[in-house]
């Protein structure tokens, strides 16, 4: 069935290092989406990406959409203590399937 | 506007007890999905209803059910409750299943131990 990977599991960073997670699917996607989950928390929606080759910025994080529509990234450029938290992908094709997370540790 | 809300926030059983948790979907929005999150771990899919109907299941025991009500609240219920059921439960909902609208937007979940 249709797969959604994301690596790395875990990623510890000293603050201002950069940040990036991937996301790989084994089928085309109609859409991408990114969703932030905070320590104790529920997963925030992010944003969204529907175009090939798409690329859009919130601030300090970048997302991208690969040619292919079955590759994604989230990149954030000098981390701060308030990114910690699990990062998801999840990719849809006629249903939302999540990535398994990254979870982002941020040491001050 | 309100967000999706779940109830209870917190839940304590013991093995074998059934247990049922409630969701409210966001105003208009007419699909919720349950989700499982056990301590530490990623999101497991566990059902999909949209407009009364099961649209899908993920890959859980018969003893986790569910069912979706006219106002499109819902309820997950899960019966002869094991050690390993102990886990965050999350409710989303969306307002659509569209290529574009299917954002899922979540509740703060459900938190059951099984004693």
């Known amino acids: 069935g249709q797969q959604v990977m994301q690596i790395p599991q875990y990623q510890h960073v000293q603050e201002g290092e950069d940040f990036t997670t991937y996301c790989n699917s084994s089928?085309?996607?109609?859409?991408i989406q990114w969703y932030k989950q905070r320590p104790g928390g529920h997963p925030v929606f992010l944003i969204q990406?529907?175009?090939?080759?798409e690329v859009k910025k919130q601030k300090r994080l970048t997302f991208q959409f690969g040619e292919a529509k079955k590759n994604s990234s989230l990149h954030i450029t000098a981390t701060q203590t308030t990114d910690v938290g699990t990062y998801f992908c999840?990719?849809?094709?006629?249903?939302?399937?999540f990535g398994q997370g990254t979870t982002l540790q941020v040491k001050p | 506007e309100a967000g999706v809300t779940q109830s209870p926030t917190h839940l304590i059983k013991t093995r074998g007890q059934q247990v049922t948790l409630r969701c409210s979907p966001i105003?208009?929005?007419?699909?919720v999905y349950w989700y499982q999150q056990a301590l530490g771990l990623g999101l497991q899919f566990l059902l999909w209803y949209d407009e009364g109907e099961e649209r899908n299941r993920g890959n859980f025991p018969p003893r986790f059910s569910g069912r979706q009500f006219p106002n499109y609240s819902s309820e997950l219920n899960v019966n002869a409750l094991e050690l390993e059921d102990s886990a965050l439960y999350l409710c989303?909902?969306?307002?659509?299943?569209?290529?574009?609208?299917?954002?899922?937007?979540f509740g703060a979940g459900t938190r059951l131990s099984v004693l």
């Open positions: 089928t085309t996607l109609s859409n």
């Open positions: 105003s208009g929005h007419t699909s």
């Open positions: 990406l529907v175009k090939s080759g």
């Open positions: 999840a990719g849809y094709t006629g249903k939302l399937i």
């Open positions: 989303a909902s969306s307002d659509g299943t569209s290529d574009v609208k299917n954002i899922q937007y």
